[in-house]
Nanobody
Framework: QLQLVESGGGLVQPGGSLRLSCAAS????????IGWFRQAPGKEREGVSC????????NYADSVKGRFTISRDNAKNTVYLQMKSLKPEDTGVYYC????????????????????WGQGTQVTVSS
């Protein structure tokens, strides 16, 4: 059974950077599209970014375009989210999730087609 574990979260000042990792075990990630999602206190979960199984296609929420970069290393069974120019509104718990499909789908941002989820990692952007 596929298990996902996020890491790399923490406290960072506005304008700073973090790199989140999503490590998989129990199954190879080669055939899974992966998404990153976040949830801030009192807010609904939102899609942040996603990547196809090959890494050839990616997508981003408008709020993070130009600041976040998603990538994957299938040899290491890991997906990354590089976050730069962080803002206080980026604060939240970040989750990675896997979809049993090479492609993430047109409604990826809802997360409804992603069946395996990690436990999340906290990102706090504050001075």
């Amino acid at each position: 059974q596929l298990q996902l574990v996020e890491s790399g979260g923490g406290l960072v000042q506005p304008g700073g950077s973090l790199r989140l990792s999503c490590a998989a075990s129990g199954h190879t990630l080669d055939y899974y599209a992966i998404g990153w999602f976040r949830q801030a206190p009192g807010k609904e979960r939102e899609g942040v970014s996603c990547i196809s199984s090959s890494g050839g296609r990616t997508n981003y929420a408008d709020s993070v375009k130009g600041r976040f970069t998603i990538s994957r290393d299938n040899a290491k069974n890991t997906v990354y989210l590089q976050m730069k120019s962080l803002k206080p509104e980026d604060t939240g718990v970040y989750y990675c999730a896997a979809r049993t499909s090479p492609f993430y789908g047109s409604n990826w941002y809802t997360g409804t087609d992603f069946g395996s989820w990690g436990q999340g990692t906290q990102v706090t952007v504050s001075s």
